[in-house]
């Protein structure tokens, strides 16, 4: 009979907790979709601002008190984006932005068409599969007008300025063309960012936990739209799940805990700096600060960044990540490295860890970034982690 009330007991929490976990990632995957119709929350367009309004009334919504921060940002876009390509200079076929080719976000302004050579000639295209980093040079040298980089991934990316020369990135799978026309127009704007910053109010105000995520993404390129589900809707879905998860458990954590959605990640941790250079608190009333980023995964496993630099902080969490029972297929720690929001803390003295899931197909920085191949396989256990470090004692 014992052995029987077990089982039923063990059946019951399961149940419970299949249920909760359910949950918990419908919240996530509705959170990434909303996210994702901002067209990729680019910075200096009006797709960010209303990503930014958007935050700031979900976190209303759940019950935060809440605060915008703004910070000055220059952002170099690329307003026109035409490639065309040809064998005889008759028939010309215009290449698909984000599927076939993108443009190095730094490249000034240039109309024209050239013959391709795949030698640097000065004021000739030049087409090579060497890295921009080992092409760039080169290409200044001999002054070439147009450098093109046969890629096997088109990996996208943003500029604060404009670049010393135009750069087309293209698929190498394509066949190889004889010509090349381009039509790039870009401009150098100075905007602001912003940064949403959210407090649930703890059982004492002495100190406070930070949990952050980045907002911002690659925004769009006429018909391409670099959607960033894993990068980083899924990270600011994750503090909006997880403040909703720890308003409705109806008990406050020992500690303020300030959910900070960070602006301008992309242009340099722009945003995380400007909240360090002025907080809202003191930041030595800081316990940790916990960055979320790339969190739509999980099957192989997880990352932290930071753990041997902040080791007291690494073993406190990760004995709690073995009290709950929580066994992932591998745990990669890594030392502290410039790659997101946790690093400005770092450099200020505050204890700081980047989380990230491992898994899934390996999108990044491209247009196949989308919610729905997202599969969340370690979010729920993730965020029952996180909840035990935020009602430490």
Known sequence: ?????????????????????????????????????????????????????????????????????????????????????????????????????????????????????????????????????????????????????????????????????????????????????????????????????ARLAGRSSDSAWVVGAHYDHLGFMRRAVFWGANDNASGVAFLLALATLLRQIGEKPPYDVWFVAFGAEELGLLGSQAWVAHPPLPLSRLRGMLNFDLVGFGEKGVAVVGAPDHPHLWQQIDSLRLDIGWQFPSLLLRPMTPNSDQYPFHQKGVPSLFLYLEGGPGFYHDIHDRPETLSWWGAYSLMRWVQAVLFLP
């Not at 019951?12 to 990434?32: I, K, P, T």
């Not at 797709?47 to 915008?68: D, H, S, W």
């Not at 087409?127 to 980089?149: C, D, N």
């Open 1 to 197: 009979m014992g052995r029987m009330r077990s089982v039923a007991v063990f059946c019951v929490c399961s149940f419970a907790l299949a249920s909760d976990s359910l949950r918990v990632v419908g919240l996530l995957q509705e959170e990434v979709k909303r996210l994702c119709r901002f067209k990729g929350r680019g910075h200096g367009t009006p797709y960010a601002k209303r990503t930014v309004n958007y935050l700031y009334r979900r976190f209303k919504e759940i019950g935060l008190e809440v605060r915008i921060d703004t910070f000055p940002l220059s952002v170099y876009r690329l307003k026109s984006v035409r490639v065309e390509v040809s064998s005889d200079k008759r028939k010309w076929r215009r290449l698909i932005e984000g599927e076939e080719f993108i443009p190095w976000s730094g490249s000034p302004s240039l109309r024209g068409s050239w013959q391709i050579d795949t030698l640097p000639v000065k004021n000739g295209a030049w087409i090579t599969r060497l890295s921009l980093s080992q092409s760039l040079p080169e290409a200044l040298e001999k002054q070439v007008a147009l450098l093109v980089l046969l890629l096997p991934r088109l990996t996208a990316s943003v500029s604060m300025q404009k670049g010393p020369l135009p750069v087309i990135f293209i698929r190498d799978s394509l066949p190889f063309y004889r010509y090349v026309r381009v039509n790039l127009k870009g401009s150098l704007r100075q905007t602001q960012g912003w940064n949403v910053s």
